[in-house]
């Protein structure tokens, strides 16, 4: 099943202790990309990635690291939560073709409380 | 920078009535995404489009690129069509922008 998996779906933790939330899609999407939820706000996106080792930022990457070692899987680390990354995220892929990304796939999201 | 637009920001909707939402958004982009967020708070995309319209079921989208306006439509509204509706597009106009932009969304609700 084509699928965008997210892990932890639910993590709570404190401040200052770092953490990271695994995605990893089976599409063989090119592009791969972070983006976290707010009341208010709607979607922001934070990191995004075309391929292998290419990661760019989007609007909110302050506090956040990703890589992308291999085509399937685009982590996001926070090194240092505080209690204003507070937020419910999502992971998504999708193809790329004629210089632009394709319908969105989209992970369940994961709901992250930093105390 | 893209500025994307959505109204209605809430609509409510007796169950079989039409429902429109519309989107616009500031600079010239290739394309428009249309997402549904479900109560559950899972994404789907329903749509990509870069011209004209698409038909998926009840669902109709359509874009004016000159105009940079796009309306999602629901047609015999049901109450399993309740959720949050998203437009979202590049950041940037121009080839090669792959920064996501999105509008604050729709929510909306279809009482039967």
């Known amino acids: 099943e084509a699928q965008v998996t997210q892990n932890p779906r639910y993590l709570i933790t404190v401040t200052g202790k770092k953490l990271t939330v695994t995605c990893s899609q089976n599409?063989?999407?090119?592009?791969m990309s972070w983006y976290r939820q707010d009341p208010g706000l709607g979607l922001r996106q934070i990191y995004y990635?075309?391929?292998?080792?290419?990661?760019d930022k989007g609007d909110v990457p302050e506090g956040y690291k990703v890589s992308r070692k291999e085509k399937r899987n685009f982590p996001l680390i926070l090194e240092s939560p505080s209690p204003n990354q507070t937020s419910l995220y999502f992971c998504?892929?999708?193809?790329?073709?004629?210089?632009?990304?394709?319908?969105?796939?989209f992970g369940p999201g994961t709901r992250l409380t930093v105390l | 920078k893209n500025e994307v637009e959505q109204s209605p920001q809430n609509l409510t909707a007796q169950e079989g009535e039409f429902i429109t939402i519309n989107c616009s958004y500031s600079v010239g982009i290739s394309a428009l995404h249309w997402l549904q967020q479900h109560p559950g708070g899972g994404i789907v995309s329903l749509f990509m489009l870069s011209s004209g319209k698409k038909k998926h079921g009840r669902l109709i989208a359509t874009i004016n690129i000159q105009e940079k306006h796009s309306s999602l439509h629901i047609t015999a509204s049901h109450p399993r069509d309740s959720a949050v509706y998203i437009c979202?597009?590049?950041?940037?106009?121009?080839?090669?922008?792959?920064?996501?932009?999105f509008g604050k969304g729709t929510k909306l609700s279809v009482i039967p």
């Open positions: 979202a597009g590049p950041a940037y106009s121009g080839a090669g922008s792959y920064q996501l932009t």
């Open positions: 599409m063989n999407h090119e592009y």
């Open positions: 990635s075309m391929n292998v080792e290419v990661t």
């Open positions: 998504a892929s999708s193809l790329v073709s004629g210089g632009y990304y394709n319908e969105q796939f």
